[in-house]
C-alpha cells in the first residue's frame, strides 16, 4: 500500500489520540460494520460495503502501525510515542498566533543532545505557534490555547526538567 495522505493520517491520529480509552481491532471494525448496515435493506450490497470497509480499515491500520504511529498488541491500538508527537505537532499548526491579555510566556529550555528528536520537535512546535525567537532555546508565547498544548507536550514527552515557563506582565 502506498503512502498514506498527511491529512488522513493526522486525523486517524488525532481521533485515536482523543479516546481516552484503548480502542481494539475488532471494536473499530464492529462499529463500522454497523454504520454500513443502518438503513438499508439490500443485503448482499451491505455485505460487500462490510467487506470493503474491513479491508480498507486494516489497510489504514497496518500502515500506522509499520510506519510506527501506532502499536498493536493482543487486539489493541495505541498510539506510539512518535504517532503522539505527529498529532501534536499538527494541534499546534492549527494554533493561530494571538496577544493573549497583559501577560506573555517565556520558554526556557535545555533539553540534552540525548534526547535531540523531541528538542527539534518541541522546537518545531515553538515555531508553529507563531512565538518570536529570542536565542535558540528561549522563545515568548502569547498565546494561552499554545501553552496549554505547549505543557501537555512537556508532560507527554518527559521534559519538565529540561523546560522552565515563566508569565511575564507586559
Known amino acids: 500500500m502506498g503512502k498514506l495522505k498527511d491529512g ?18 475488532h471494536s ?3 462499529y463500522h460494520l454497523r454504520e454500513c448496515y443502518k438503513g438499508s435493506s439490500d443485503f448482499d450490497k451491505e455485505k460487500e ?14 500502515y500506522l502501525r509499520r510506519a ?4 498493536v498488541k493482543n487486539g489493541e491500538i495505541k498510539l506510539s510515542k512518535k504517532g503522539l508527537f505527529d498529532v501534536l505537532l ?9 496577544k493573549s491579555g497583559k501577560y506573555f510566556y517565556l520558554v526556557i529550555f535545555d533539553i540534552p543532545e540525548t ?9 518545531k512546535v515553538l515555531y508553529n505557534f507563531g512565538s518570536d525567537r529570542i536565542q535558540k532555546s528561549v522563545f515568548v ?16 514527552s518527559d521534559i519538565s526538567k529540561y523546560v522552565k515557563i515563566y508569565r511575564c506582565i507586559r
Open 90 to 98: 499538527y494541534r499546534s499548526k492549527k494554533i493561530k498566533s494571538s
Open 141 to 156: 508565547i502569547e498565546n494561552k490555547e499554545a501553552l496549554k498544548l505547549l505543557k501537555e507536550i512537556i508532560k507527554e
Open 49 to 62: 460495503k462490510i467487506k470493503k470497509e474491513k479491508r480498507r480499515m486494516e489497510k489504514r491500520i497496518d
Open 28 to 30: 473499530v471494525v464492529q
Open 115 to 123: 534526547m535531540r528528536s523531541i528538542r527539534n520537535l518541541f522546537r
Open 68 to 71: 510506527g504511529y501506532i502499536d
Open 8 to 25: 488522513f493520517k493526522n486525523i486517524t491520529l488525532e481521533l485515536i489520540y482523543e479516546a481516552n480509552r484503548i480502542f481494539t481491532c
